[in-house]
């Protein structure tokens, strides 16, 4: 007894299983990036600016009172390690 093969499901099979090989080799794995880190307190906005333009981002803020009662606000900067 003779089997028959179906083309369309042959092409569809080659083509799924291509497909699936493609996806696998495809995902790549990176390391995940490494911060550094860096704090000011009794800035400007233009210090704080110029620190963005060096590739910090401000990733946390906390204010809190001085001895004399005066307001300080501390900045948490973060960038990618260079």
């Known amino acids: 007894m003779k089997r028959k093969f179906?083309?369309?499901?042959?092409?569809?099979?080659a083509f799924l299983g291509?497909?699936?090989v493609a996806c696998v080799g495809a995902t790549v794995t990176t390391d995940p990036p490494v911060w550094e880190y860096r704090?000011?307190?009794h800035?400007?906005?233009s210090a704080i600016n110029g620190?963005?333009?060096?590739?910090?981002?401000?990733?946390?803020?906390t204010e809190y009172r001085g001895d004399?009662?005066?307001s300080i606000?501390?900045?948490?900067l973060r960038r990618q390690k260079q």
């Open 51 to 61: 620190m963005a333009q060096q590739g910090w981002s401000v990733v946390g803020f």
């Open 73 to 76: 606000n501390s900045y948490l």
């Open 68 to 70: 004399a009662g005066s």
């Open 6 to 13: 179906d083309v369309k499901s042959l092409v569809l099979g």
């Open 39 to 41: 704090t000011m307190s």
């Open 43 to 45: 800035t400007t906005d």
């Open 18 to 20: 291509a497909a699936i």
